[in-house]
C-alpha cells in the first residue's frame, strides 16, 4: 500500500485549470479498485492518494495524472505495510 503525497509547485489558479482531468484521472483508477482515499491536504498545498499498490506502480501511475504531465505538482511516496485498519473510516 503507498500514501502519494502530491505537492503544488505551481499557484492554485493554475491548479483549478487542471482539477477536473486530475479528478477524471482519480475516478479511472478508483474504478479499477487502486485508489482507496483522496482529497486536498490542509491546507491546500497539495493532496494525498491512499492507493493499494506498489511504489514502483505508483510511479508508473502517477506519470498519467495531468498534474503531472503538466508540471503541477511533485510527489512523495511512501510504501508502507498495514498491520492494523479500521474501515470504514467515519467523518
Same mark, same amino acid.
Given at each position: 500500500?503507498?500514501?502519494?503525497?502530491? *505537492?503544488?509547485?505551481?499557484? !492554485?489558479?493554475?491548479?483549478?485549470?487542471? !482539477?477536473? &482531468?486530475?479528478?477524471?484521472? !482519480?475516478?479511472? %483508477?478508483?474504478?479499477?479498485?487502486?485508489?482507496?482515499?483522496?482529497?486536498?491536504?490542509?491546507?491546500?498545498?497539495?493532496? +494525498? +492518494?491512499? &492507493?493499494? *499498490? *506498489?511504489?514502483?506502480? &505508483?510511479?508508473? =501511475?502517477?506519470?498519467?495524472?495531468? %498534474?503531472?504531465?503538466?508540471? +503541477? *505538482?511533485? $510527489?512523495? +511516496? =511512501?510504501? %508502507?505495510?498495514?498491520?492494523? $485498519?479500521?474501515?470504514?473510516?467515519?467523518?
Amino acid at each position: 500500500m503507498v500514501i502519494i503525497e502530491l *505537492t503544488y509547485k505551481k499557484p !492554485l489558479d493554475t491548479v483549478e485549470q487542471h !482539477l477536473l &482531468a486530475h479528478r477524471d484521472f !482519480l475516478t479511472s %483508477f478508483y474504478t479499477e479498485g487502486m485508489f482507496i482515499a483522496s482529497g486536498p491536504k490542509v491546507p491546500r498545498d497539495g493532496g +494525498i +492518494i491512499l &492507493a493499494q *499498490t *506498489t511504489k514502483d506502480k &505508483a510511479q508508473e =501511475i502517477i506519470k498519467q495524472d495531468p %498534474f503531472y504531465i503538466n508540471g +503541477i *505538482t511533485d $510527489y512523495k +511516496i =511512501i510504501e %508502507f505495510t498495514p498491520s492494523r $485498519y479500521n474501515w470504514p473510516v467515519s467523518n
